[in-house]
């Protein structure tokens, strides 16, 4: 299974779904036109169509391609805004019902797995949360408490099962963990059975409300007309209110086994900040132990590489670590409040939106698409007024925002360069790159492993902002709102909707 960097997760060692040969009519208007073949998007899909709703479900590379496949796949009840902070936010009740959401999803991810028989490695386990200073440990008495009051059993733990060491730690039953990539195919084939279209590369490039119940869609794959529009693409593309609501952050996890095979059985949670998580995760045979942490925002660190070596390095002082096996990383987008934003996006009538799950995409997800099939099914859901995008007031300047930065052109696109003169710049080794000025413009060089040298305009189309290079996962990454492209420039996450222009070489 293919996704959205150089690494390999430990979730790609499967073969990647086979999505039928449709033939799609261009003359029909479906029902829902779903963007995006995550967790998010497939939920919702899958939950339309069994309520007899037409669909099609436009992925804009492969199933799988994005987070979903590069998540570390932990099932929580307690997020990663704590419950006390969301009570002092927006009250006790808020905080109760966020809670039951999180219940419910996860019940839905067993409940799915039964019905359709998805063999997922779905196993429930206790998490473990604990400090290990004294700060800490006031922090976790806030957490426990917010937690308790938000109607979750949150109990003081005697020990944790393993030897890394901490001052207080709770225990918090009935927590789970799963192989997100095969559960992710499960709902893609139970989608297919339904009768749902699912087309592969297939990225839906703009979108027009003609009335309160039809939208005509641009893909790659040709126009499409629906009743409704859900982006499940991580954020919504282009730009809108959610680049300012949102911030794009990049996790790192490894794989690793064992020399003791000392696995340990439970979730686990420090308090450090950023936090790191561990969990163990048997399949076909071999026993892991998932280590992740170290996240920064996208775009805002020099060496990559890095982040996975002081990962490691931690791993290693806690565990007698045998070997690494997989490391990856991966991209989250956390809200501005602490809470997602999942429903009817603002100043439409017929488009969704669900985003802002911040490290908890798998629970948050799920419950996307409990939220979104409802309300466009006319059922009422309880927790659509809390998660409401429409909290999202309109930015200041937004419009002066748009305007400004519609027309980023790259200054050297209409431009013809020497091949010889950027062979020669771009003195750095294979798989490598550089962002550099030549003759006061900048340029974006890459060398692949043969030799070959690849250039692009640095400029995001996005927004304006210059692209840096990420040296482990082999992209193109925007600090602004998190775009994300291949060294040749193609466009492999949004916001961005197009990708970094390629320069053009004078062969004379």
Request: proline content about 5%; overall charge negative.
């Amino acid at each position: 299974m293919k996704r959205d960097g150089y690494n390999k997760s430990l979730w790609q060692e499967i073969p990647p779904f086979q999505a039928p040969e449709t033939n799609t009519n261009s003359e029909k208007t479906y029902d829902v036109l779903i963007a995006g073949g995550g967790i998010t998007g497939l939920t919702t899909a899958l939950l339309l169509q069994e309520q007899g709703l037409h669909c099609v479900l436009a992925e804009a590379k492969s199933i799988g391609f994005g987070t979903t496949s590069g998540t570390t796949a932990h099932l929580n009840t307690v997020l990663d805004t704590p419950y006390y902070d969301i009570t002092d936010k927006f009250g006790v009740e808020t905080a109760r019902i966020v809670a039951r959401g999180a219940r419910v999803a996860i019940d839905f991810i067993e409940a799915y797995c039964m019905k359709h028989k998805i063999a997922c490695e779905l196993k429930y386990k206790t998490g473990y949360l604990f400090s290990q200073t004294e700060d800490e440990a006031k922090e976790l008495l806030k957490i426990k408490e917010g937690t308790v009051e938000a109607g979750i059993v949150a109990d003081w733990a005697t020990s944790i099962p393993t030897s890394i060491p901490y001052r207080t730690a709770i225990a918090i039953a009935r927590q789970a963990q799963f192989h997100p990539t095969k559960y992710l195919v499960g709902l893609a084939k139970a989608y297919v059975a339904a009768g749902g279209v699912l087309l592969e590369n297939c990225t839906v490039i703009k979108s027009e409300e003609v009335s309160p119940k039809e939208v005509n869609i641009e893909t790659t794959l040709g126009t499409f007309k629906a009743h409704r529009l859900v982006y499940a693409t991580h954020i919504p593309p282009g730009l809108n209110n959610f680049n300012f609501r949102c911030a794009a952050y990049r996790s790192y996890a490894i794989a690793v086994t064992l020399s003791d095979e000392q696995y340990p059985d439970a979730l686990l949670y420090d308090l450090k900040e950023p936090y790191n998580y561990y969990r163990t995760h048997a399949s076909n045979g071999n026993t892991y132990l998932i280590a992740g942490g170290y996240d920064h925002k996208t775009g805002h660190t020099e060496n990559n590489e890095q982040q996975f070596r002081e990962l490691e390095a931690h791993v290693r002082q806690l565990f007698p670590v045998d070997a690494v096996a997989y490391k990856w990383s991966s991209q989250y987008y956390v809200p501005v409040d602490g809470l997602p934003y999942i429903g009817r996006m603002p100043g439409h009538d017929s488009t969704f939106v669900a985003t802002g799950f911040g490290g908890n995409g798998m629970i948050l997800g799920t419950l996307s698409g409990l939220i979104i099939s409802s309300l466009i099914a006319g059922k009422t859901s309880p927790y659509a007024d809390i998660f409401s995008p429409s909290r999202v007031k309109p930015a200041a300047g937004l419009a002066n925002f748009i305007k400004e930065n519609a027309d980023v052109v790259s200054q050297f696109v209409s431009r013809r360069f020497s091949y010889d003169h950027i062979n020669a710049l771009a003195d750095i080794a294979p798989g490598q790159a550089i962002v550099t000025n030549w003759e006061g413009q900048k340029l974006a060089i890459y060398r692949d492993d043969q030799g070959k040298i690849l250039a692009v305009d640095p400029v995001c189309p996005h927004a304006g902002c210059i692209v840096t290079w990420n040296s482990t996962e082999r992209t193109w990454d925007c600090p602004c709102h998190g775009s994300r492209y291949a060294p040749d420039g193609t466009l492999l996450t949004g916001p961005a909707q197009k990708g970094l222009q390629p320069l053009e070489w004078n062969t004379e």
